[in-house]
Structure formats: C-alpha cells, structure tokens
C-alpha cells in the first residue's frame, strides 16, 4: 500500500474501518432478534401466549442485521465468487476482473439500489407507513431506511475495493 499517493491510502482505509465498525455495530442486532425469537418461543408454547409483535420485529431485525452488514462483509472478501476460476489467475489478471466488473455492474446496480431505497425510504417516512401484514401495525419506515443505507454502505466501500482492484491490475500485487 506503501506505493499508493497518502491521502488514497487514507481514504481506503478511512472507508474500510467504516465498514468494519459498522459491521461490528450491526451485528449487535443479533441480541434483540434472539431475545425476541426467546420469548415468543417461551410464551406460544410454554404459556400458550403467542405474541403479535415477535414475527414482525424479527423480520425487520434480521433483515436489518443481514442487510447492514453487506458492507462488512465486502470488506472481509465474504461475497461469493466462482473461486475455482479465480483462484488459479495472477493478481493482476483479479485486478483487472475485479475493476470491470465493480466498474460496469456493482457501481451501477448500487447506484440503482440507492436510488430506488431512497425513493421508498422517503415515501414510507412521509406517510408514516406501517405494517398491514399483522394486528399489531408496526412502524416500517425505520426498517425501509436501511435499503439505501446498506447500498450507501455498499457504494462506499466498492470505491475502495475498487481502488485496491485498480492497484492489483496495475502492479501485480494485492492490497
């Protein structure tokens, strides 16, 4: 990374402990799902009290976490990639890969996903949407935050990945 003009090696790394705290952040949502999940388990079958809010809240807290988390997991190479292709080229041959596809897919289908999140983020806040899936009506427009929330998660760290894919093609070398 040393080869990289200092404030891009700041700004990769900038993004990248954005990602990773975010990441750890969101993975706290795990609690309040297990917590939620506990006690309606405890109450259907050991009170024979089944809650109107459990399904809703996990939903939107498993959802949220798996969503949130997307940035972390791009940072920590976690995507799927058809490994046994990959695997076997030069770093700069991934570089180059890598590069156009961020470049002609992701930045666009991200860009896509924002824009279509937002769309529905704000529709959803300004009628104070809720739920007409169950009794209880939870608030939804929280929950339809996180789309363009993760693909601006997303956006952010594919400049960096594509950064360091860049780097890649050109030198040979991973970062």
Known sequence: MAELPGPVRKAIAIIDAISEWSGKT???LVIPLMLALSYEVIARYAFGAP???AYDLSYMFYGSHFM????YCLVRKGHIRTDFFYAKWSARRQGLIDAALYLFFFFPGMLFFFLSGWEAA???WRLAERSDASAWRPIVYPF????PVTAALLLLQGVSEFVKSIHAARTGRRL
Not at 68 to 71: E, K, N
Not at 144 to 147: D, G, I, P, Q
Request: aromatic content about 12%; glycine content about 18%; hydrophobic content about 55%.
């Open 144 to 147: 339809k935050t996180v789309m």
């Open 122 to 124: 704000l529709d959803s």
């Open 51 to 53: 809650t109107l809010w």
């Open 68 to 71: 949130l988390g997307a940035g």
């Open 26 to 28: 969101v993975g706290w």
